[in-house]
């Protein structure tokens, strides 16, 4: 019953149908492992950080603990450590595509984005249909510069997933605003861009901004200062990170100039890991790989 709850996105039944099972059965890994996904779904990351903590505690040797920490870990900004534990799944789940995508959004997320683009290039040599593969190659190559390749994945994405707000939203953006004359496509952003802000019922601010930066990029720059304005009034309400540069653009669209942008992050190190502390996990019965699965996203516009 938590798995169709689950599957249902209804997490609060989830959670109390999964604690239930616990109350009477005790250790039962598949319940463990829901209540976490769907405390990690509800934002209730630390209750979800300290499960996992359990988890690993209890079964140091399953490697569902260390993923479902590693996502605890991320959800709460704590990079470097959802790293360590992702490594130590790479390392010794060497066959798992999905422990190499999501040490690479990882990876992007804490600005190592060449890092990230040598695991997904390792994804697409064994599996190029892999889920969600473009979508991050395609952030990736979004955060070192490359417009032009970015563009092509984020396309790839919605081939298969074409309602995905995330890839609609950093196409449209790129689409608008790079600053490589080949890449831009303003008619191309500004219909990609009304489909995200649609989708999210025009309520997220960042979307409304690449809303705002397709009309810019049209020479429709009324629209871009209207629809700018409703981003930077979102992101004020909500003491957003983003305000400050949505101020930037919305002073950009009242000269009736459009937005540019060209990101190239500089490498972050990576820690060296310690063999000495690694534990070689085994499988579960479970693959993480299932259909209950959550896959969290860390990057990206």
């Known amino acids: 019953m938590a798995q169709i709850h689950f599957r249902q996105q209804a997490y609060e039944k989830c959670l109390e149908n999964a604690d239930q099972v616990l109350a009477i059965v005790g250790d039962f890994p598949d319940a463990i492992n829901l209540r976490i996904l769907s405390l990690l779904q509800l934002d209730r990351n630390e209750e979800a950080l300290e499960a996992a903590e359990s988890l690993v505690g209890s079964n140091p040797g399953l490697t569902q603990g260390y993923w479902l920490r590693s996502i605890a870990y991320s959800s ?36 190592r984005p060449r890092a990230a683009l040598k695991l997904f290039n390792e994804i697409y040599e064994d599996d190029p249909d892999y889920e969600g593969l473009y979508r991050s190659r395609g952030d990736a190559y979004l955060s070192t510069g490359q417009h032009a390749e970015a563009v092509a994945d984020y396309e790839r994405e919605l081939a298969k997933n074409p309602d995905d707000t995330g890839t609609l939203n950093n196409l449209a953006w790129v689409l608008a605003t790079s600053p490589k004359d080949d890449v831009r496509n303003g008619a191309r952003s500004l219909e ?62 009242e000269k009736s100039e459009p937005w540019r942008e060209l990101e190239v992050k500089e490498e972050a190190p990576l820690e060296e890991s310690n063999p000495r502390q690694r534990r070689r996990p085994r499988s579960e019965q479970r693959s993480t790989d299932d259909d209950f699965s959550c896959r969290f996203r860390f990057c990206g516009r």
């Open 76 to 111: 709460l900004d704590r990079y470097d450590e959802a790293i360590k534990d992702l490594q130590l799944l790479v390392d010794n789940v060497p066959e798992s595509p999905l422990f190499k995508l999501q040490l690479g959004n990882l990876y992007n997320a804490s600005d």
């Open 192 to 253: 990609l861009g009304l489909k995200a802000a649609e989708l999210t019922e025009y309520k997220q601010a960042h979307i409304l901004s690449t809303l705002a930066s397709g009309y810019a990029e049209t020479g429709d720059f009324d629209k871009a200062r209207e629809w700018i304005a409703k981003a930077v009034g979102i992101a004020e309400a909500e003491q957003a990170k983003n305000l400050d540069s949505l101020k930037k653009e919305a002073a950009s669209y």
